[in-house]
């Protein structure tokens, strides 16, 4: 188990907009929350990183998270920002404010390069395309050789080729660089191209968690049928 | 018109053979620019960060009052130093009035405000996922108040030109604490103002033409900046 989520409840004002979360990831699942827009996906990746506090508990790798910032884990927003610097010097930050070597950052690029293909290192990364920007935020992650990596709706606004690139990629991390992703999604079909397992949140419940061929074929919850078939308006 | 073209070609003749006041008057009023805003840059910075990255009580109060100082009329500064330098004045038994020091510490106030009034501006309009992009990279917080400072530069190196355009071009506040001394106190401006008075046409122009040139420098050094993307 690398990440556990024990009873992760949050209120803003009236609103309960997690519900006592609870669920488990093994070490180099791809697991993924669906849910519409709304239903807490962000909140609860900012919870788990120690961004937003909440009641209930966060175990990673058995340590209980507190704050600051986890070593070992890493999220890529939604809408992710890039540095108003060169693209090299945006994917080598993480490593840069480490005081690694030259060489470290060098060989760390190269595996990381091969995985995300990026043309134009020298370029000003506020200059990225939608697509290219995406890629960048996921090498600028990856150079940190994360354990567990969580992910803000990735591909919200690319064209098809882009989030094909993007879920192809994601897929290579995981099962070949062995990495753990959390993934948030509202995509039904993304999460069912990515995940090992889900786990459907909608309005800060967690409705159902099951393995990919349970959850498409057959769920454990009536709401979660009604869900994939459109049937839940968002 | 005669007097004007002559006064021209005068002003030319004075600038090209490097004319020893011109020479002199030219490099007080750099030296008391800027000496006022480097040390502005030094006092305002520290001012810009803790109004960009600290919550203390009052933050609103001295962001306001930044903001309005920022406004303020040079000649109200030159009164305000003036009384606090003059012989009964808290600082009198320093002896500063009229001296280039005198102009430094006046320009500095004009100066501070804008400094740090624009360099705050520029961080606190920073988007917010900048810090929480570095903090989940591992940065602590001085570093990833170093990279909020990297990412507003831009208007950081603005401010300081601003400050360089207001201290350069100011009148007011030398002239009452500086006194216009030749050879000892008199600066661009000050000098233009009294040779106009006294009908000194061809010096005032030669005067006037290097401050615009300063002012005109200071433009371009300006736009060509902003206009270039960021180098890395
Ligand atoms: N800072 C906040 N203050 C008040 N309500 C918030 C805040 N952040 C999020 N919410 C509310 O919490 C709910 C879940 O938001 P979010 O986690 O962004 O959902 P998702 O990422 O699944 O779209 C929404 O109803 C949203 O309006
Ligand atoms: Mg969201």
Same mark, same amino acid.
């Given at each position: 188990m690398i990440l556990e989520l024990k009873g992760i409840t949050k209120t803003y004002g009236q609103q309960?907009?997690?519900? #006592?979360v609870c669920f488990s990831v093994g070490k180099p699942e791809f697991f993924t929350i669906l849910? %519409? #827009?709304?239903?807490?996906k962000t909140t609860l990746l900012k919870i788990i990183t120690g961004f937003i506090s909440s009641s209930g508990t966060v175990h990673f790798k058995g340590r209980r998270l507190n704050n600051g910032f986890p070593e070992g884990m890493v999220i890529g927003f939604q809408n992710p920002i890039m540095f108003n610097t060169s693209v090299f010097n945006n994917i080598t930050y993480g490593l840069k404010i480490r005081k690694k070597t030259s060489n470290y950052i060098e060989g760390k690029l190269r595996d990381v390069l091969h995985i995300v293909r990026i043309n134009d290192l020298k370029r000003n990364a506020l200059s990225l395309s939608g697509g290219e920007v995406q890629r960048v935020a996921l090498a600028r992650l990856l150079m940190l050789d994360p354990e567990l990596i969580l992910l803000d709706e990735p591909t919200a606004h690319l064209d098809p080729s882009n989030v094909g690139n993007i879920e192809h990629i994601l897929h290579k991390v995981n099962k070949e660089m062995g990495k753990t992703i959390i993934l948030a999604t509202h995509n039904i079909n993304q999460a069912k191209r990515l995940s090992d397992r889900l786990m459907l949140l909608i309005d800060g419940r967690t409705v159902e968690i099951s393995d990919n061929e349970t959850f498409f074929?057959? %769920?454990?919850s009536a709401e979660t049928s009604r869900f994939l078939k459109g049937d839940i308006v968002w | 018109m005669g007097v004007i073209i002559e006064g021209f070609v005068e002003a030319s003749r004075l600038i090209l053979t490097l004319d020893p006041e011109i020479v002199a008057i030219t490099w007080l009023s750099l030296k008391v620019s800027v000496s006022a805003v480097v040390l502005g840059f030094i006092l305002a910075m520290p001012i810009a960060l803790a109004l960009s990255f600290y919550n203390f009580p009052g933050k609103q109060f001295l962001v306001n009052i930044v903001n309005t100082l920022m406004g303020l009329p040079p000649v109200v500064v030159g009164l305000f130093v003036y009384l606090i330098l003059?012989?009964?004045?808290? +600082?009198? $038994?320093?002896? +500063? +009035?009229?001296s280039p020091a005198a102009m430094i510490i006046a320009q500095l106030i004009i100066v501070i405000p804008i400094i740090a009034a624009i360099s705050y501006n520029s961080i606190s309009s920073l988007d917010s996922r900048l810090k929480e992009t570095a903090v989940s990279l591992g940065a602590n917080n001085l570093q990833a108040m170093w990279l909020l400072i990297m990412e507003a530069r831009k208007g950081i190196v603005t401010s300081i030109i601003a400050g360089f355009g207001a201290a350069i071009s100011e009148v007011g506040a030398i002239f009452i604490v500086?006194?216009?001394? *030749? $050879?000892?106190? *008199?600066?661009l401006t000050t000098a233009i103002m009294l040779e106009t008075r006294r009908g000194q046409f061809e010096l005032a122009i030669a005067l006037g033409i290097i401050l615009l040139a300063m002012a005109f420098a200071v433009n371009i050094i300006l736009t060509r900046y902003q206009a270039r993307g960021i180098p890395r």
């Open positions: 309960k907009v997690l519900d #006592s849910g %519409p #827009s709304g239903a807490g074929n057959k %769920p454990k | 003059s012989a009964s004045g808290p +600082l009198g $038994f320093m002896q +500063l +009035l009229y500086g006194g216009n001394i *030749r $050879f000892h106190t *008199r600066a």
